[in-house]
């Protein structure tokens, strides 16, 4: 079976964790602790990094120390995976979900644009399988209105937009290193910002909200949201290979390019010409398609050895969930999309493999 996504653990993550380890060093105060995070704001071009216990609780973090709670609203695309709408409902905020754009599966800054009124305090792009949002114009939009941008770049390390990294381009970014993300740390995730204030918030919140000077004394109710230095330990070594395996990512899609670009009726990631796409996730989208037809390819592929994912569903399609706009594209991209292995260690043998194998099974199907 080749699977969809495995992480890439070499000698080096092998060697940094045990040090970890046999430090005693095993919880959230560490040596790792402090080089990933300061390594980790470099690379993305910020002033700080803190480490969460996982992306969506660096999400509800900076939703919190950005004061967002009951009676407010948070806008975010309908076509995303479900921790974004799960942690703003965990402040007690409504999340309205808007449509995406079709070329690039991001949120669209029109549709956000409809959507803000009186009670809007942020807003939540998501760069999709690691293609970025349009930060430009979503940064227009909400200086326009005074609210927050919170960048969700839990799939897309690395992604820039108008030449800028990810995670540097709102008020705050929030990233997951989840083990098939681009990097991982087991389970954990960051959030990185410019903002000292707010930083200083989350670090707080991060704790228990426990006093800087009066230990045990808490001011405000605080969370326990930290990474241990075990994990950090493996993402300092993951972070010194990132750029080898975002090559890797670019070389994967560019051998599935070469096998399916000209094949009738099935589109692979696009990329806007503003944008650097890291493609987290190969993409394969088939005109017209629908769920059913896409879980009968998804099964078929599967007897041939090859597993793939379904594009995420329309968040609001989801019974805690409702709809209060059209998000018909959001319907559209999910119906007709799924995703192809691309794991460090795939070989372009494999890839050619499974693009001969959906060719048979494709023109099979319009006999
Ligand atoms: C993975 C992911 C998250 C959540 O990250 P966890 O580390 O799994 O909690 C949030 N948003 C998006 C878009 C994701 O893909």
Redesign the pocket.
């Known amino acids: 079976m080749i699977p969809i996504a495995i992480p890439s653990i070499s000698k080096l993550e092998i060697e940094y964790v045990t040090k970890a380890v046999e430090s005693g060093w095993v919880s959230s105060i560490g040596e790792y602790i402090q080089e990933f995070e300061s390594e980790y704001a470099k690379f993305c071009g910020t002033e700080y990094a803190l480490v969460t216990s996982?992306?969506?609780?660096?999400?509800h973090l900076a939703l919190e120390a950005y004061g967002i709670g009951r009676g407010d609203e948070v806008i975010l695309p309908d076509l995303?995976?479900i921790?974004?709408a799960n942690?703003i409902t965990y402040t007690g905020a409504k999340p309205i979900f808007v449509d995406v754009d079709e070329d690039n599966f991001c949120i669209s800054p029109d549709s956000v644009q409809r959507a803000i009124n009186s009670n809007t305090k942020a807003i939540i792009p998501?760069?999709?399988y690691g293609h970025p949002a349009n930060m430009n114009e979503l940064n227009k939009i909400a200086l326009d209105h005074g609210i927050r941008v919170i960048e969700?770049a839990?799939?897309a390390h690395g992604a820039k937009a108008f030449g800028k990294s990810v995670g540097s381009l709102g008020d705050c970014g929030?990233f997951?290193?989840?083990g098939?993300?681009i990097i991982t740390t087991g389970?954990?995730?960051a959030i990185t910002t410019s903002d000292p204030e707010f930083y200083s918030r989350a670090v707080e919140l991060r704790d228990h909200a426990m006093c800087k000077d009066k230990r045990y004394w808490h001011n405000m109710i605080g969370f326990n949201y930290r990474m241990t230095n075990m994990q950090a330990a493996l993402g300092v070594a993951q972070l010194k290979r990132i750029n080898e395996i975002l090559h890797k990512k670019r070389e994967i899609f560019s051998t599935y390019s070469k096998n399916l670009g000209s094949v009738n009726g099935v589109r692979l990631n696009k990329c806007a010409p503003w944008a650097e796409n890291i493609y987290w996730m190969i993409c394969l989208s088939i005109d017209g398609y629908t769920y059913a037809k896409r879980d009968k390819l998804m099964r078929s592929l599967y007897k041939e050895g090859i597993d793939t994912r379904p594009f995420f569903y329309p968040v609001s399609s989801m019974s805690m969930y409702s709809k209060t706009y059209g998000t018909n594209i959001s319907d559209k991209v999910s119906n007709e999309g799924i995703n192809l292995p691309s794991y460090y260690d795939i070989t372009s043998d494999q890839i050619e493999y499974i693009c001969n194998t959906l060719k048979k099974i494709l023109s099979a199907d319009n006999e």
């Open positions: 996982s992306g969506t609780t660096a999400l995303t995976f921790a974004t942690a998501v760069h999709l969700d839990a799939e929030i997951s290193f989840y098939n993300k389970e954990g995730g």
